[in-house]
T-cell receptor, first 116, second 112 residues
Framework: DTEVTQTPKHLVMGMTNKKSLKCEQH?????MYWYKQKAKKPPELMFV???????INESVPSRFSPECPNSSLLNLHLHALQPEDSALYLC???????????????FGEGSWLTVV | DAKTTQPNSMESNEEEPVHLPCNHS???????IHWYRQLPSQGPEYVIH???SNVNNRMASLAIAEDRKSSTLILHRATLRDAAVYYC?????????????FGPGTSLSVIP
């Protein structure tokens, strides 16, 4: 099983709503990532979790709140978003071994978020 | 972080080989060279990676220059399904964190 599963595939939310994006992997990976991707742009790193602890926050606004409840799950809680936050949100995972640079990163298909 | 530069776009005829270049002149001795591609409306997918030697897999080949300052992803026979954005990424061999940064990539068009 080499899949990263993201739900929902599409989400429309108002600026006052609270919603969550979910990501799941069963490959035993201990590094998990959130990326944001705008149209015709490369993915931008948001957060990295390593062994269920937040290790990188790329100065992401606090209206985005990540959570890693266990080694297989990664959530992104959304609150008071702006229309410019509309984008594709990608989850990814990889092994955490000593030779991290050689490890493959597996991406999910993403969650398309529209903020109205 | 070491940076990569790639052409914005390239075009290829179907069933012909494609050579996608990547420059990484500030690469360190412990950086791996990774290639990912992103098909329309999908998440990125792994293509190939290498450290010093050329690499082959079922999808592609990776040719790494002797000084490691550049590399080339080779698709041996382009198909319409290979039309995608191709990203060349450097990843440190050992790091206490995994900061994987994408550059702009090369948008490959395949002409039937």
């Amino acid at each position: 099983d080499t899949e990263v599963t993201q739900t929902p595939k599409h989400l429309v939310m108002g600026m006052t709503n609270k919603k969550s994006l979910k990501c799941e992997q069963h490959m035993g990976h201990r590094a998990m990532y959130w990326y944001k991707q705008k149209a015709k742009k490369p993915p931008e790193l948001m957060f990295v979790y390593s062994y269920e602890k937040l290790s990188i926050n790329e100065s992401v606004p606090s209206r985005f709140s990540p959570e890693c409840p266990n080694s297989s799950l990664l959530n992104l809680h959304l609150h008071a978003l702006q229309p410019e936050d509309s984008a594709l949100y990608l989850c990814a995972s990889s092994q955490q071994t000593g030779r991290r640079g050689g490890n493959t990163i597996y991406f999910g298909e993403g969650s398309w978020l529209t903020v109205v | 972080d070491a940076k990569t530069t790639q052409p914005n776009s390239m075009e290829s005829n179907e069933e012909e080989p494609v050579h996608l270049p990547c420059n990484h002149s500030t690469i360190s001795g412990t950086d791996y060279i990774h290639w990912y591609r992103q098909l329309p409306s999908q998440g990125p997918e792994y293509v190939i990676h290498g450290l010093t030697s050329n690499v082959n897999n079922r999808m592609a080949s990776l040719a790494i220059a002797e000084d490691r300052k550049s590399s080339t992803l080779i698709l041996h026979r382009a198909t319409l399904r290979d039309a995608a954005v191709y990203y060349c990424i450097l990843r440190e061999l050992k790091t206490s964190y995994d900061k994987v940064i994408f550059g702009p990539g090369t948008s490959l068009s395949v002409i039937p």
